[in-house]
Nanobody, 126 residues
Framework: VQLQASGGGLVQAGGSLRLSCAAS????????VGWFRQAPGKEHEFVAS????????NYADSVKGRFTISRDNAKNTVYLQMNSLKPEDTAVYYC????????????????????WGQGTLVTVSS
């Protein structure tokens, strides 16, 4: 499956952005999806993930209460709504997917995922 991440941009601290991860396959509903990010000079880190049904979601502690992951399987798209953005949220954001059984929880580590999008840059100014 090919993934296309979009929606990044420049926003002031306290603002909002919504990232989208669009998949090339109609069978996207068979895949769990995660968002990861990498800031300059920092390691790749987990942000949020969602199971194939949308029933299981996980968030990094740093984004809990501010970010919301959701999916629309009819549109083959997963979203990451980011509110109350902080300068430390500045990073390239990547979406990733893995084929999953319907009862499996969403994964939180990068090496669980098989397919990666190209990344979208989010810059939060102070």
């Amino acid at each position: 499956v090919q993934l296309q991440a979009s929606g990044g941009g420049l926003v002031q601290a306290g603002g909002s952005l919504r990232l989208s991860c669009a998949a090339s396959r109609r069978t996207f509903s068979y895949y769990a999806v995660g968002w990861f990010r990498q800031a300059p000079g920092k390691e790749h880190e987990f942000v949020a993930s969602i199971s194939r049904s949308g029933g299981s979601k996980n968030y990094a502690d740093s984004v809990k209460g501010r970010f919301t992951i959701s999916r629309d399987n009819a549109k083959n798209t997963v979203y990451l709504q980011m509110n109350s953005l902080k300068p430390e949220d500045t990073a390239v954001y990547y979406c990733a997917a893995k084929k999953s059984i319907i009862t499996a929880p969403a994964g939180t580590t990068g090496n669980e995922y098989d397919y990666w999008g190209q990344g979208t840059l989010v810059t939060v100014s102070s």
